[in-house]
């Protein structure tokens, strides 16, 4: 069940995602479904293909050179062992041979249009009809400019390009993993303007592409052919003559460094309770803070352990610190500046939705079909668990509970406005109807860091449903931080939700009839950090 009355924006095929130095090497094993999630796509998502594309040129200084080969290793051998697809090309691309050729002798050489459209015609990626039509757009696109080149070049092109995207995806393997995820390829050595024209190909049809190379004489040319300046480029401050992909780690420097590392911030973790384990919690509790409108601003990026009365309750359940506030009103009229402070709001947790003419629909069975599985307000969470009607029976055990507990809670927390002969069948149908985009963003929740949104932009003149508020509220309880902006002040939350469930605060205008401007979700929380990663310890020149 979606959002109703709610709507969320649409991107396009093959969006960049934005890393770090240090996070590259975690992100690269995210999958499509996560970073849609990040980017608060969901079922919207469509055939969206977040992808990221590097460049790692140089070495770090002599005395992590180990180090460096080392996560080199690490991450081509946890790529094979993981589900994602790879592609390893090592040093030069091969020409098309002879009998490669052949598979273009039916290709115009007269007349460029009819070259290009022949091309066209031969791209088909095994298996992947979503990758083989953006193909034969992207290519029509890179070769337009080829047209006044001459028709040799042209061809150049085409067969190269054509060539090397059949070696890549010619697998039946490929075929079977194409449509589930992002594939990964990585370029390894010198390189060259075909092949770095290639990368970007790949790239603008939905590969992730990392290319790695010990020398930085190629800076300059990845730079100058950085099409819409869609790779990023990380340079270490050294460089040597390219050496062999590591094939083994090095044990003394694993032993001596990353596995002293590793020991040590354990014994730490377990001793400091600042300090926590990703997912070490799958429990939680929201606590809605009650803020100034300024604080907002402050708070909002902060991760969860570092607002005020967050806590850990006999090293099982967190206490999640959360905003659930209405803003009526633009302060002073300042269109611009309330959606540049909207804006400034986004993560890549965020959902962002438009509030849309939307009415009470749910089936009338909802009133009979729930029956055998609550008592007055008394939910039988063990028993609607192994039942038929448990639509979470895929998702993890303790998610399952935090859902079901969390609808008791929303039922028992006087905060939702509804007839009691109504509130239980239509908080249990809400809550075992979450929006899937919903359910995922929940198993990427460490309660310990970022925290989820909501942002609801209100301008029309329909107040909330009832659906509507109790999976404000059901959100709410789950952790998530939500805001819902009303420039009109009119009545929304209100309808069904009691005011002391949220923060009200109104500016000194009220704006109508407002043109809502498109918003774009970032790839990563706009706030400044002060990484001490492990590829960003080695980017250091020597010692510190």
């Known amino acids: 069940m979606k959002f109703e009355g709610f709507s969320t924006e649409n991107r396009h095929l093959a969006q960049i995602m934005t890393t770090t130095a240090d996070d590259f090497i975690t992100d690269i094993f995210k999958t499509r479904t996560e970073r849609c999630t990040y980017l608060g796509l969901g079922l919207s998502a469509g055939n969206i293909m977040p992808v990221y594309f590097v460049a790692l040129t140089g070495v770090p200084a002599e005395e992590k050179l180990t180090d460096y080969k080392n996560s080199l290793y690490k991450l081509r051998d946890d790529l094979i062992k993981s589900p ?19 598979f273009f002798d039916a290709v115009s050489r007269g007349n460029a249009d009819e070259t290009v459209s022949d091309f066209v015609g031969l791209i088909n990626i095994n298996g992947d009809s979503v990758r083989t039509e953006e193909a034969k757009r992207i290519f029509s696109e890179m070769a337009e400019p080829l047209k006044k080149e001459g028709s040799d070049i042209l061809f150049d092109f085409g067969a190269k390009t054509i060539t090397w995207l059949n070696r890549c995806t010619i697998s039946n393997e490929y075929a079977k993993f194409c449509e589930a995820d992002i594939p990964v390829v990585i370029f390894y050595g010198k390189t060259s303007l075909s092949e770095l024209s290639f990368m970007h190909f790949l790239s603008r049809i939905g590969f992730d592409v990392i290319y790695i190379s010990s020398e930085r004489g190629m800076v300059s040319s990845i730079n100058t052919n950085n099409a819409e300046g869609r790779m990023q480029i990380f340079e270490f401050p050294y460089e040597m003559p390219q050496f062999p992909y590591p094939d083994k780690l090095t044990k003394t420097s694993l032993a001596t460094t990353a596995y002293s590392a590793e020991q040590e911030l354990n014994e730490f973790m377990y001793s400091n309770t600042s300090i926590f384990k990703d997912f070490q919690f799958s429990d939680m509790q929201s606590l809605t803070l009650k803020t100034t409108y300024e604080e907002i601003d402050i708070l909002w990026h902060q991760k969860a352990r570092y607002r005020a009365g967050f806590n850990v309750i006999e090293g099982k359940k967190v206490i999640v610190p ?22 400034e709001k986004l993560s890549p947790l965020t959902k962002i939705m438009l509030k849309s003419p939307s ?10 079909v729930y029956n055998n599985f609550f008592s007055g307000t008394e939910i039988y969470i063990d028993k609607l668990k192994k039942s038929s009607l448990n639509p979470y029976n895929y ?3 303790s998610l399952q509970l935090l859902i079901f507990n969390k609808i008791q809670e929303a039922i028992d927390s006087g905060w939702l406005l509804i007839d009691p002969a109504e509130l239980v069948p239509l908080v249990l149908y809400v809550g075992l109807n979450i929006d899937k985009s919903m359910l995922k963003t929940l198993q ?17 003149e329909d107040t909330f449903s009832k659906v509507e508020c109790i999976q404000l509220v059901l959100f709410n309880l789950l952790g998530f931080d939500i805001l819902v902006y009303t420039p009109t002040g009119y009545k929304n939350l209100e309808t069904y939700i009691s ?9 000194n205008e009220y704006i109508y009839n407002i043109r809502i401007p498109r918003f774009k979700i970032p790839d990563s929380v706009p706030e400044p950090k002060n ?9 250091r020149k020597g010692r510190k």
């Open 84 to 102: 994602k697809f790879l592609i390893f090309i090592q040093d030069k691309m091969r020409n098309p041979t002879p009998e490669e050729i052949n």
């Open 322 to 343: 959360n905003i659930f506030a209405k803003i009526n009103g633009i302060k002073n009229g300042d269109t611009d500046g309330y959606w540049d402070s909207i804006r």
């Open 359 to 368: 009415y009470d629909k749910f089936p009338q069975s909802i009133f009979t």
């Open 395 to 397: 998702l993890s055990d």
């Open 444 to 460: 990427k929740y460490d309660y310990t860091k970022d925290i989820p949104k909501i942002i609801l932009i209100d301008t029309i």
């Open 499 to 507: 005011p002391s469930a949220f923060e009200t605060y109104t500016m």
């Open 531 to 539: 990484s001490d990663g492990f590829f960003n310890k080695l980017f």
